[in-house]
């Protein structure tokens, strides 16, 4: 197997455990057949374990493996449930693909009846398919809790064309309605995605064709590239700002490093095209023009950090824009932003699953230029955050968030003004969100039972050590040893012609012995072989044999040297030995010098992440949630010039939150305006429904 | 009989796909009770495909091993405690090695029986 890659995955896991509900303490200790020899039918089939859709497996069930109530109790059939289950949780679909994953069925019974000869037959299933790259970083919490059958691959998902509706409502957009698609192509690209949003004064409209790749070693694990189109139509309460551009980028994800395993994002952003408003030359500020052909390269690089419970990113962009000023760059654009975001479960048991959650971000930006500046650049502020990388995923702001205006209302210092936006701005937004109603994803009495929680750690465990396998292939001393391979090789194949070329001479015995001596050169030398596409792992050819046959080094020494040496006495055969013996020697020493604590560091790793959102699945996620959710903004912009106006508001709100796992997501609210100006808004409402369940295949 | 647990059914699928991510690997272990006596079964697959945007279609390798009484003990702490370091290293070293001389028709299925089922024993080598 090669190597690791590192990257990668992460992987999976999970599993499972032997579960057995507590009411199985009502059923005696006897096997499946034993139930069916005393007329036992079957009452209900249920499944446990972080599933989703799990009404249509069950029904799958009964058509497939015919466990459905009223059927008589066998083995054959309570095992040919679990194997059907099995089989489905390897042929699920999933957005991607781990590099590591571990699943557990289990089949028990319940709730047995002597007088009814009824009992109840309980699946646990468990599986963990965990997205590494795309998952520790700040914008991957809130899709994981809204859509895990995607996020977490749960239940099926569309793979080759997805099609998600969503709608929205604001005072500055209007009810806007719209969808995201996506084509999965196999090409150059690898899918054609669109993301479409109108309203009677609004339209965002981003259409691309994007590839990622994963690396397999070295600090990079991800890289993806586009090329698409992006239009907008972003209303002000005056002007709409137009932007009509060709945009390209490439952005690049790192494995987890350091001590803390830091993910650190890079992207670059070229775009081409035309900004326009229709704000009169006289509202404009010295150096600022409505209209303009332009071309910008964006430029940022982030850090996103996670701990068990908390996360904290950092992120920093650079604009260099063009527009056919008088300068190479007409216009810099600098925007930065921190977020910290704290999950608080209570200890109390009857408040598990609803976890508080709180995140805080910060945002500024800042945007210079003497000349020829398209005014659609200037920050434009409100409830809707303008991200500064449109269509890559990557929520890094370009204007201050505050929910208590409009997108793109808070604009100037005073109503008299025009809107023409900020040079310079700060925003601080604080959310707090906690489901009180909700129904969990594992049920209680699963998470109740000890053992299956100890079961899922040493799982977790299992799928550790194979990443510290492939992380040892990256190891130089393992290169170095795979580099010398050949060297034991050409000695084993000496040693294996010698004992061929003596067969003729050899005894009954010593002619088994023979055979058995180069079955195991056999054995060794294809480990050994460069043509094996994957490499088996070369070290395992030092492991202590478990019988004789076992293919290691030692038996080798054993069985051809030790034994076969000493019953034919041959010097040649004496010869070849010593010298396979003092390579085997170089080898073994070169295989101690990997760097296993290294391996075992990166590993462990690479499993922070799936650890800790198997915690989350097991303790956290919900079926469906209904919170309330408050939030407190405060933004201030500098409107730049020679008068250095400025204005800072603050706003308080609330809302509350609805989700269905994998279903949708909707959330309603108002938010005031705390110390508005006469002619704001006292405040606004905000609506969003997202479909989470795509349609497609 | 009130009070005692049921036998327990299980089983356990470990899927290690190659950094290539055209090959995968499937060890699986199920336990069933069979005429009141326990059955493991080491269910062995090996996946490959052309592209990496296809999906892996049927196994090439498919094995149902019936595991040795001797092993029985080590299939109970896998399944329960998962793959050890010397069980992963044989996996990925002389169990795919096996797997990939098998498709290409080079050894036969009981050399790779006995391969894949030392991954137990190995546990404790």
Same mark, same amino acid.
């Given at each position: 197997m090669p190597r690791v890659t590192a990257l990668v995955c992460l992987f999976c896991t999970a599993i499972a455990a032997l579960v057995s509900s507590p009411a199985s303490a009502q059923c005696p200790d006897r096997s499946f057949d034993a139930f069916g020899k005393q007329g036992y039918r079957i009452r209900e089939v249920r499944l446990t374990g972080p599933l989703l859709r799990r009404s249509s497996i069950r029904d799958d069930l009964g058509v497939a493996a015919r466990v459905k109530p009223g059927a008589a109790v066998t083995s054959d059939t309570i095992e040919g449930g679990k194997a059907h289950l099995r089989q489905l949780l390897r042929e699920t679909p999933a957005l991607f693909e781990s590099p590591v994953v571990v699943s557990v069925v289990t089949a028990a019974v319940d709730r047995c009846d002597e007088a009814s000869k009824q009992l109840d037959v309980v699946y646990g299933v468990y599986t963990t398919k965990v997205p590494l790259v795309v998952s520790r970083v700040v914008e991957s919490r809130e899709p994981q809790e809204v859509d895990p059958a995607t996020r977490l691959a749960l239940a099926p998902t569309p793979l080759r064309f997805k099609l998600t509706p969503r709608s929205s409502y604001d005072p500055s957009n209007g009810a806007m309605g719209g969808a995201t698609m996506s084509l999965a192509t196999g090409r150059f690209f690898d899918r054609l995605t669109t993301d479409v949003q109108v309203s009677d004064s609004a339209l965002f409209l981003d259409v691309a064709a994007a590839s990622s790749r994963e690396l397999s070693t070295g600090w990079l694990r991800v890289y993806e590239w586009s090329l698409g189109y992006h239009h907008a139509d972003r209303p002000t309460d005056q002007e709409t700002l137009k932007e009509r551009a060709f945009v390209g980028y490439v952005t690049t994800v790192s494995r987890p490093l350091g001590s803390r395993g830091a993910i650190v994002r890079w992207s670059s952003l070229a775009e081409a095209g035309e900004q326009r408003t229709a704000l009169l030359p006289e509202v404009?500020?010295? @150096?600022?023009?409505?209209?303009a052909n332009y071309g910008s390269w964006k430029n940022a690089v982030g850090v996103d950090l996670h701990a068990k419970r908390h996360g904290l990113s950092a992120a920093y962009g650079l604009l260099l824009g063009m527009s056919h000023g008088s300068d190479a760059v007409d216009y810099v654009k600098h925007v930065a932003e921190a977020t910290y975001d704290v999950r608080i479960p209570w200890q109390a048991a009857a408040w598990t699953h609803r976890p508080l959650d709180i995140t805080t971000r910060w945002s500024g930006g800042h945007l210079g230029g003497d000349d020829?500046?398209?005014?659609? %650049?200037r920050f434009f502020g409100g409830a809707t955050a303008t991200p500064f990388l449109p269509g890559t995923g990557w929520t890094l702001r370009a204007s201050p968030e505050l929910r208590g205006f409009p997108p793109r209302w808070f604009n100037r210092v005073n109503t008299n003004q025009a809107a023409i936006g900020a040079t310079r701005y700060q925003s601080v937004t604080l959310t707090a969100a906690m489901p009180l109603w909700q129904r969990p994803l594992v049920p209680p009495e699963v998470i109740a039972e000890p053992e299956v929680v100890q079961q899922i750690n040493a799982q977790l465990d299992s799928a550790e050590e194979v990443i510290d396998i492939l992380h040892r292939q990256t190891d130089p001393a393992y290169i170095s040893l795979i580099e010398r391979a050949p060297s034991l090789d050409s000695r084993l194949r000496a040693l294996d012609v010698r004992v061929a070329s003596i067969g003729n001479t050899l005894s009954a015995n010593s002619t088994a012995q023979a055979a058995a001596c180069r079955t195991l050169i056999d054995g060794v030398r294809v480990q050994l072989d460069p043509t094996q596409n994957p490499r088996p792992y070369l070290v395992a050819v030092f492991a202590n044999p478990v019988d004789a046959d076992d293919p290691t080094l030692s038996n080798v020494r054993h069985v051809c040297l030790t034994q076969l040496g000493k019953q034919v006495g041959d010097d040649e055969l004496t010869k070849l030995g010593e010298a396979l013996v003092s390579e085997i020697d170089t080898m073994e020493a070169l295989a101690n010098r990997i760097d296993a604590v290294r391996a075992k560091t990166m590993a462990a790793r690479d499993m922070v992440f799936p650890r800790d959102v198997v915690r989350s699945i097991f303790h956290e996620l919900n079926v469906w949630s209904l919170g309330p959710a408050l939030m407190f903004d405060g933004a201030r912009i500098d409107l730049g010039g020679p008068t250095g106006e400025s204005a800072t508001r603050y706003a308080l709100g609330a809302g509350s939150r609805f989700t269905l796992a994998s279903t949708f997501h909707l959330t309603a609210g108002y938010v005031w305006n705390l110390?508005?100006? @006469? @002619? %704001?808004?006292r405040g606004a409402p905000f609506f969003t429904i997202d479909l989470t369940a795509p349609f497609g295949r | 009989m009130p009070g005692v647990r049921t036998l327990k059914s299980i089983s356990v699928d470990l899927e290690v796909m190659t950094t290539d991510r055209l090959k995968k690997i499937i060890f699986g272990l199920d336990k069933s009770i069979e005429d009141e006596e326990i059955q493991w079964v080491i269910e062995f697959q090996f996946l490959q495909r052309d592209n990496k945007t296809d999906p892996f279609g049927d196994p090439l390798v498919k094995l149902s091993i019936d595991v040795k009484k001797s092993n029985e003990q080590a299939a109970e702490e896998t399944a329960s405690k998962g793959l050890n370091n010397p069980q992963a290293s044989h996996l990925l070293g002389p169990g795919l090695a096996d797997t990939q001389r098998f498709r290409d028709g080079k050894i036969p299925e009981d050399k790779l029986a006995a391969t894949v089922q030392r991954t137990l024993p190995k546990r404790n080598a």
């Open positions: 404009l500020p010295a @150096g600022y023009i409505a209209s020829a500046i398209p005014v659609t %650049e110390n508005r100006d @006469g @002619g %704001e808004p | -």
